[in-house]
T-cell receptor
């Protein structure tokens, strides 16, 4: 049991729609990172939040946005979905360099 | 641009043999190094972390780090069919985001 919970586990959306993915961090972890893992590839860094502020971003367009809440839970929002957004989305919470991954959300865009 | 490279495999070894997985990284200031195991459709799970040059052993797993050569490896002794998975190498610098390699698919044949 990882202590990091992601919801939903699976999701199917239509191209052009918007989606919100959620992550509940492990207790006490004040940093959350989001990764996109396409089939057959390693996870790619989307962005990271520390105490509700974005403090790092990977090479993803602005239609990928996020929030971190005072209880350190987090959301990933993706607007104007494209077929290539189909992937496993992973949330990782951390405290002082110790990372824990959630079980992921499998997003399929049709 | 930080890059992490791995042979994509598949790497096939017979049960009981030693599996050797390799990873090179481009950024000399990388500080922390991790090996994750990922079963199909699941999230990555941490196997080993290593921070200093040399070897680190944990059960059947040994991580080896050579910062001068920018090289990190994972040895799995007495490989079991349950070790069949994709192994992801990840590097990070002072708590910044992980940079993952593409992963090496390992198949342990009974």
């Amino acid at each position: 049991e990882t202590g990091v919970t992601q919801s939903p586990t699976h999701l199917i959306k239509t191209r052009g729609q918007q989606v919100t993915l959620r992550c509940s961090s492990q207790s006490g972890h004040n940093t959350v990172s989001w990764y996109q893992q396409a089939l057959g590839q390693g996870p790619q860094f989307i962005f990271q939040y520390y105490r509700e502020e974005e403090n790092g971003r990977g090479n993803f367009p602005p239609r990928f946005s996020g929030l971190q809440f005072p209880n350190y839970s987090s959301e990933l929002n993706v607007n104007a979905l494209e077929l290539d957004d189909s992937a496993l989305y992973l949330c990782a919470s951390s405290l002082e360099g110790s990372y824990t991954f959630g079980s992921g959300t499998r997003l399929t865009v049709v | 641009q930080k890059e992490v490279e791995q042979n994509s495999g598949p790497l096939s070894v017979p049960e009981g043999a030693i599996a050797s997985l390799n990873c090179t990284y481009s950024d000399r200031v990388s500080q922390s190094f991790f090996w994750y195991r990922q079963y199909s459709g699941k999230s990555p799970e941490l196997i080993m972390s290593i921070y200093s040059n040399g070897d680190k052993e944990d059960g059947r797993f040994t991580a080896q780090l050579n910062k001068a050569s920018q090289y990190v490896s994972l040895l799995i002794r007495d490989s079991q069919p349950s070790d069949s998975a994709t192994y992801l190498c990840a590097v990070t610098y002072y708590g910044q985001n992980f940079v993952f390699g593409p992963g090496t698919r390992l198949s342990v044949l009974p």
